[in-house]
Nanobody, 121 residues
Framework: QVQLVESGGGLVQPGGSLRLSCAASGSIFSIYAMGWYRQAPGKQRELVARITSGGSTNYVDSVKGRFTISRDNAKNTVYLQMNSLKPEDTGVYYC???????????????WGQGTQVTVSS
């Protein structure tokens, strides 16, 4: 079982930037695709960015061109650089291992505590 610890959230003004980090335990991290999920208030959790073990990336349309997912397998860490933030990006952000490209299936591991991102003036 992989343990996931997210960090880097906070309060930011519209147009600002944040960088989220997710540290994963275990030596098997590098063979899995990883993703960042967002749960906005009153909405279901959605997969917003995904990166394969080889570095290929996918994004939901609402964040394309603004968010960048990356990973450092040597550090067992995945990142989400978020630029040009909008109020609708507000939510709790989680990382996990998605079983499919769009995140409709349950991910591989238990959820961590997530990190809160609030975009507001």
């Amino acid at each position: 079982q992989v343990q996931l610890v997210e960090s880097g959230g906070g309060l930011v003004q519209p147009g600002g930037s944040l960088r989220l980090s997710c540290a994963a335990s275990g030596s098997i991290f590098s063979i899995y695709a990883m993703g960042w999920y967002r749960q906005a208030p009153g909405k279901q959790r959605e997969l917003v960015a995904r990166i394969t073990s080889g570095g290929s990336t996918n994004y939901v349309d609402s964040v394309k061109g603004r968010f960048t997912i990356s990973r450092d397998n040597a550090k067992n860490t995945v990142y989400l650089q978020m630029n040009s933030l909008k109020p609708e990006d507000t939510g709790v952000y989680y990382c996990n291992g998605p079983r499919d490209i769009i995140g409709t299936m349950s991910p591989f591991w238990s959820w961590g505590q997530g990190t809160q991102v609030t975009v507001s003036s």
